[in-house]
Structures are given as structure tokens and as C-alpha cells.
């Protein structure tokens, strides 16, 4: 299985939607964050990509650590487009990782489906989720159960080549100031193309901070095993 986790190591200062700037505290953030999904054997494969140009030699000794779980990490680290980032705001950019990784990665291939998490969160249950996933079908829940109009990005899990049918080049319609968020793009390609969604068959236990609104994440365990149950039942889903 593959994991394709986003970054910007070190932002824009033309970026005004982030609370976390310091391109130290991100860089130790996504270095927890890998170190975490190689200890956690989740994957047997695994690609980092930002998008500041902020190159990968402080994070290359993860390499050996992967070769060492017997787990291929691909590091990449290219300069984006932040003109284009800054006017449609933070969800372009992580889109454009993607297309990125697809159009550059040796290995973003070599698997028949993959889970895309947000660098810097780290998904406590990422192996019991992932040893339940079916290769064949789309993952996405709702960010909780008040809001059903859109799909959470944060981590989600589909067949490359539908991603890279409907979903690859689609960043481009995001427009933070109108109200188009890259979950709302989403959404409305799993929508249109009658994409049929199922939970992840675990509830995600997320924890770390935003780097746009600096919310913390954080679960109770007994409440998420309830959510456990209702993902199963795909509850969180949208109505």
C-alpha cells in the first residue's frame, strides 16, 4: 500500500492563511510525522512531497531508516507555483503536490490505490485502518458529524487511476475568497461522476495542529470506537 503524504516546509510570506511559519518547527513536524508512518509499518511504500524548493537533505537520513523496516520512501521537494497558491489559496497547492507526485514519482505507480494524509497530522490508527482497505474503493468521510456538504481532505484513499482521471488537475477551480475550498472541488467530483464513497473502516484518530487555522486535533477513544461502529455503517458520509 502507498502513502502519499503533502508539505510546505518553508511557506510564502505572501501566504497569510497559515499560523505556523517557522520552517524549522514544520520541518521537525513532517519528520515526526514520516518517522511515525515508517514505525507504524503501515505502508510499503511512502512519498513525501513539498512544494517551498526547500530540498530534502535534512530529511535524507529517513532513508535508511526506511530501507532498514524494508519500506521504499521517495523524497521530493519542488519549487511551486506560489503566485497561483497565494491567489487560490491553500488547497491549489496541495493539488498541485499531487499532480506533482504523479507526474515525477518513480514509485506513485508501482501500487494500484493509495492514501493521501496531511504532512505534519499523524493518524494514530493508520495501520488498523489500512490493513482493512479494500484497493478497489473510494475513501473520504465527512470532517464530523454536523457538516455534510463536503468530503474531509485531510486523509482520504482511492484507486490511482481514478484519481488520476477526475481528480488530478481539478485544483485548479479552488478559490478560497469565493468559498471554493479544495473539499469542495472534491465533493463535487465525487458527486458529478457518481463516485460511490465509503468510510475508512475505521474511524481516523488524527492528532496534530493546522497549519492554516492552528486548530488542534485531537479524540476521546471511547467516543471514536462508537465511531468505529458508525463507520462501518458508512455514516460519515455526506446526505
Known amino acids: 500500500m502507498l502513502a502519499i503524504i503533502t508539505g510546505t516546509i518553508r511557506p510564502s510570506i505572501q501566504m497569510n492563511q497559515l499560523t505556523l511559519r517557522d520552517e524549522n518547527e514544520r520541518l521537525r ?28 537533505e535534512k530529511l535524507a537520513h529517513l532513508l535508511e531508516i526506511a530501507q532498514k523496516k524494508d519500506i521504499e520512501l521517495e523524497l521530493l521537494s519542488y519549487q511551486g507555483n506560489e503566485k497561483k497558491a497565494c491567489i487560490h489559496g491553500k488547497g491549489y497547492g496541495e493539488g498541485e503536490i499531487m499532480d506533482y507526485v504523479f507526474s515525477h514519482s518513480k514509485i506513485a505507480h508501482t501500487e494500484p490505490c493509495f492514501v493521501k494524509i496531511t504532512g505534519r497530522l499523524k493518524v494514530n490508527n493508520i495501520e488498523d485502518i489500512v490493513t482493512r482497505i479494500d484497493k478497489e474503493k473510494t475513501y473520504f468521510n465527512i470532517p464530523n458529524r454536523t457538516r455534510r456538504d463536503i468530503y474531509d481532505t485531510r486523509i482520504y484513499g482511492m484507486p490511482v487511476s481514478q484519481f488520476k482521471t477526475c481528480f488530478l488537475n481539478v485544483y485548479e477551480q479552488v478559490m478560497d475568497e469565493q468559498g471554493i475550498f ?58
Open 29 to 56: 513536524q513532517y519528520e515526526e510525522s514520516i518517522y511515525f508512518l515508517l514505525d507504524s509499518r503501515a505502508f510499503s511504500k511512502i512519498i513525501f512531497c513539498e512544494n517551498s524548493g526547500y530540498g530534502i
Open 182 to 239: 479544495l473539499e469542495t472541488v472534491y465533493t463535487g467530483i465525487l458527486q458529478d461522476n457518481k463516485i460511490k464513497v465509503t468510510n475508512f473502516p475505521r474511524y481516523p484518530r488524527i492528532v496534530g495542529i493546522s497549519g492554516s487555522g492552528g486548530i488542534t486535533y485531537g479524540y476521546t477513544e471511547w467516543k471514536c470506537r462508537i465511531r468505529d461502529v458508525l463507520s462501518r455503517l458508512n455514516f460519515y458520509r455526506i446526505k
